[in-house]
C-alpha cells in the first residue's frame, strides 16, 4: 500500500493539474485518486484535466474550506492524494441529486457495492469492507445519504466515514466530482473491499459540562430549535451557561450541543441565534432529543492520545485521511494550534491528508466540530 500527497497553489488550473502529476513518484494507474480544492479554481475544468491524467483511477474531487497537509492547514491550495494498493478495490458511484428523488439511486448503490466485491447478502460483509462519502454542503441533504446508504447496506455494523464539501466559507454551492462528472446538490459514495487493516475514527475535543437539555419544539427541515424545555431557547441557554443573551453569539462556538449516547459524544453545533432567540443548528435534530453542552477539554493530549489508540489498532499506518469540521478548524486557529496538530500527525504517520468540512458523517450519524479519520495500514 501506498499513499502520496502533493499540493499546488499555482492559480492556472492545468499548470496546477501539470504540477500536481509531475510531483507524484508513482504515477501508474493508482486505484484511487482524491483532489481537495479551493473554489478560487474552475472545479469543472480541474475535474476534467485531473481525469485526463489518471483515465484508469477512480478520481474523486471536492471543493472544501481549506487542506490539511503536513505543511499545516492550508487553503487557497489544490491537494491531491493516491492511493495504490494491490490487496484493496475501489468503486465509486455519483448521486446527482439528492434534493429530488434520492430513492432512485438504491439500485446504483447496491450494484457499486457488488461491483466492488462487497455481497451485501453475507452477515459478515463489514469485516473487510467499509464507505467513504463525500456530500454537497448547504443543501441539507446529510440524512437523506446516509439514511440511503443504510437502507441499501442493511448492515449497521458497516462503518461509514465521509465529509461535507466546503466552499471557503463563502456558504453559497459546494461541488463534489467522480471521474470528471459534477455535482452541488448530490454525494460520492465510495466503497473500499481490503484485505488491509482499516480503522475508522471519531475524535472530538469536547465533554460535558453536566448541564442538560430537551428540545421541546424544532423545525427538523430547516433544523431549528424553536423551544427548550417549553422556554425560549437563548433564555434557556444563558441560564445554563452563565453568559448574557447579548453576548452568546460570540460564544457558541466555545459551547457545541452533544448527544450522549453510552461512552461516545456526538456533537451537533450551533449555526447562529435569530431575531426571535431561536437556534439554527448544522445538523437535523428530532423533537425531544436530550442534548449536553459541551466544552472544549485538553487538544493536543485528545489528538495525542486518539493517534497513538490508531497505531495499536493498525499495524503500520500507511494511508491516513482526515475529515475535519470548519468551525473545529476555526476553534484550532484561535487557539493557535494548528501547526501542533499537523506536527502531531506528522510523528505518527508517514504521509496524511485531510479537508475542513462542513459535516462529518460517521456511520449513520452526520456530526459537526468533529474530526473522522480514515487509517489503513497493512
Known amino acids: 500500500m501506498k499513499q502520496e500527497v502533493v499540493i499546488s497553489k499555482n492559480p492556472d488550473v492545468k499548470q496546477a493539474v501539470d504540477e500536481l502529476y509531475r510531483k507524484l513518484k508513482n504515477k501508474k494507474d493508482p486505484i484511487l485518486v482524491i483532489f481537495l480544492a479551493s473554489t478560487l479554481y474552475d472545479f469543472d475544468i480541474l475535474t476534467k484535466e485531473i481525469k485526463k491524467y489518471f483515465p484508469k483511477s477512480e478520481v474523486v474531487g471536492a471543493t472544501t474550506s481549506g487542506e490539511i497537509v503536513k505543511e499545516g492547514f492550508i487553503d487557497k491550495s489544490i491537494v491531491l492524494t493516491t492511493l495504490t494498493c494491490d490487496k484493496t478495490k475501489v468503486k465509486a458511484t455519483l448521486i446527482k441529486d439528492a434534493v429530488k428523488f434520492p430513492v432512485l439511486e438504491k439500485n446504483k448503490i447496491l450494484k457499486t457495492a457488488e461491483e466492488c466485491g462487497i455481497n451485501c447478502n453475507s452477515s459478515d460483509f463489514h469485516k473487510d469492507a467499509f464507505a467513504m462519502t463525500l456530500i454537497n454542503g448547504n443543501c441539507s441533504i446529510e440524512e437523506i445519504i446516509l439514511s440511503l446508504f443504510y437502507a441499501v447496506i442493511k448492515n449497521d455494523e458497516f462503518q461509514l466515514a465521509g465529509g461535507s464539501a466546503g466552499d471557503d466559507m463563502k456558504f453559497q454551492k459546494t461541488f463534489i466530482s467522480l471521474n470528471g462528472e459534477i455535482t452541488s446538490t448530490g454525494a460520492v459514495i465510495i466503497f473500499f473491499k481490503t484485505q488491509c487493516n482499516f480503522k475508522i475514527v471519531k475524535e472530538n475535543i469536547y465533554y460535558p459540562i453536566g448541564e442538560s437539555l430537551v428540545l421541546t419544539d424544532v423545525d ?149 466540530q468533529t474530526v473522522v479519520m480514515i487509517a489503513m495500514g497493512e
Open 220 to 368: 427538523i427541515e430547516k433544523r431549528k430549535i424553536k423551544k427548550i424545555d417549553n422556554r425560549n431557547p437563548t433564555d434557556v441557554l444563558s441560564e445554563k451557561i452563565k453568559i448574557p443573551k447579548h453576548m452568546l453569539s460570540e460564544q457558541i462556538l466555545n459551547y457545541p450541543l452533544g448527544r450522549v449516547i453510552g461512552n461516545e459524544t456526538y456533537l451537533c453545533s450551533l449555526k447562529n441565534i435569530d431575531s426571535q432567540g431561536m437556534l439554527d443548528l448544522y445538523i437535523n435534530i428530532m423533537p425531544n432529543t436530550k442534548l449536553e453542552i459541551l466544552k472544549s477539554a485538553n487538544v493536543i493530549e485528545t489528538v495525542e492520545n486518539t493517534c497513538e489508540k490508531i497505531q495499536k489498532e493498525v499495524n503500520n499506518v500507511e494511508f491516513m485521511f482526515f475529515i475535519n469540521c470548519i468551525l473545529r478548524t476555526l476553534d484550532l486557529k484561535n487557539l493557535q494550534q494548528c501547526n501542533l496538530i499537523t506536527q502531531i500527525y506528522d510523528k505518527h504517520f508517514p504521509t496524511f491528508c485531510g479537508f475542513s468540512s462542513y459535516g462529518e458523517q460517521y456511520n449513520k450519524l452526520n456530526l459537526n
